[in-house]
């Protein structure tokens, strides 16, 4: 089966698309002057705009994985993300803190999603 890939750059895809299903690379705010609320809509942002590139939504979201700078921003993250995530299609998701790869980094999405 063909594998499909978006914004294919020397290190990685930002999407990959087999059988039915998205996978997206780990998305990370641009503009990393912003608060975890900031950062947050910014980077679910960017996965709205790839999976609707892919031929998919958030309510096709199959699993979800949260990496938190510092885990004390949990609640201020959850807020944004409760307001993104439309009713009755909340995926499956994890939250862990760890190290991101820049320390201006609060917030990085990891997300699988089915087609439409």
């Given amino acids: 089966m063909e594998i499909k890939r978006l914004h ?57 994985q949260i990496f938190l700078a510092d885990i004390k921003d949990i609640a201020a993250m959850n807020a944004v993300w409760d307001a993104w995530v439309p009713a009755g299609h909340a995926p499956p998701r994890a939250t862990v803190q760890a190290m991101l790869a820049r320390p201006e980094l609060l917030v990085e999405v990891v997300v699988t999603a089915a087609l439409s």
């Avoid at 990685?12 to 039915?20: P, T, V």
């Avoid at 002057?33 to 942002?45: S, Y």
């Fill in 8 to 64: 294919v750059g020397s290190r990685l895809s930002e999407a990959a698309i087999h059988n039915g299903v998205v996978y997206l690379a780990g998305q990370i705010a641009e503009e990393t002057t912003q608060n975890i609320d900031g950062q947050t809509r910014e980077v679910l942002a960017h996965v709205d705009r790839l999976l609707a590139e892919a031929g998919s939504d958030k309510t096709r979201i199959l699993m979800c």
